[in-house]
């Protein structure tokens, strides 16, 4: 008799379930709870991270030469970065035109996953387009790629306490823990619609400062940003020509965080 609950879902391995799943414009990755890495779609670049350049139409395993297990995943542009469980180390594979593997070599496709020496231990990591971010164990942040021109990590600034980095397409933005543990928020990088959120249209190099926090969460996305603040309220800042930020169609950009009702 046919056990599975869902006749339509096709059974899953026990203890080894689909989980931080991250999808880019034109490939996607995610672990099993096992520890597992697997990625599919686009691989022109070797993205997948199979050792191969050929499309994966369905989740593949990522190559590694002995058997790895992941603590998490991220997918950028046309390039994959993960951290392994053994160790927190960074491995990125994929497309390196723009240093975004922060490997300290390039430009050239790396089509398994690949680790810089003494890169140290990583909390977390995020990319999008041909940038990436991460946490240290020390608890600073480093970033790599088109956004800081550095095709390997390099330390944005000296301070600590970062618990969050979300990278957009080319804007960044974090929340780092004051003396009091308040969580506030800083953004920097291009700034054409206000998606740092600093109230100006000028483009940030550093991180800025934006005093109108605490802050539970925050994602950059394209030309926009959106947070929710501990009260659980929704707010979004940036580009707004396609209503990405859940006002309506006015303002069409916003340099200051909108509250988004419903």
């Not at 180390?89 to 390039?106: F, V, Y």
Request: proline residues 7%; aromatic residues 8%.
């Amino acid at each position: 008799k046919d056990q599975n609950p869902n006749p339509c879902q096709p059974s899953k391995p026990a203890g080894n379930h689909p989980s931080n799943i991250r999808v880019s414009p034109k490939h996607a990755c995610g672990l099993r709870t096992s520890g597992l890495a697997q990625c599919w779609g686009a691989n022109y670049s070797g993205q997948v991270g199979n050792g191969t350049t050929t499309d994966r139409l369905s989740p593949t395993t990522v190559y590694t030469a002995s058997p790895t297990e992941w603590l998490s995943i991220t997918a950028g542009g046309n390039f994959t970065c993960a951290l392994t469980a053994d160790g927190d180390q960074r491995m990125c594979w994929g497309s390196n035109d723009h240093g975004q593997l922060g490997l300290g070599t390039g430009p050239g496709d790396v089509l398994v996953p690949t680790s810089l020496p003494g890169d140290g231990r990583w909390l977390s990591i995020d990319a999008t387009g041909n940038s990436a971010c991460g946490i240290k164990l020390t608890v600073v942040f480093r970033c790599w790629g088109e956004l800081v021109g550095a095709r390997q990590p390099v330390l944005t600034v000296a301070e600590v306490w970062w618990v969050s980095i979300s990278v957009g397409l080319r804007h960044a933005c974090g929340i780092k823990l004051n003396e009091m543990g308040e969580r506030l928020r800083y953004c920097w990088g291009e700034n054409t619609f206000g998606q740092v959120g600093d109230g100006t249209v000028t483009h940030r190099p550093l991180p800025v400062f934006v005093d109108d926090g605490p802050w539970n969460t925050i994602e950059a996305g394209g030309f926009h940003s959106c947070g929710t603040s501990p009260s659980k309220r929704l707010y979004c800042w940036g580009d707004n020509r396609w209503g990405q930020l859940g006002v309506g169609l006015q303002p069409s950009q916003s340099s200051e965080p909108l509250l988004v009702s419903g």
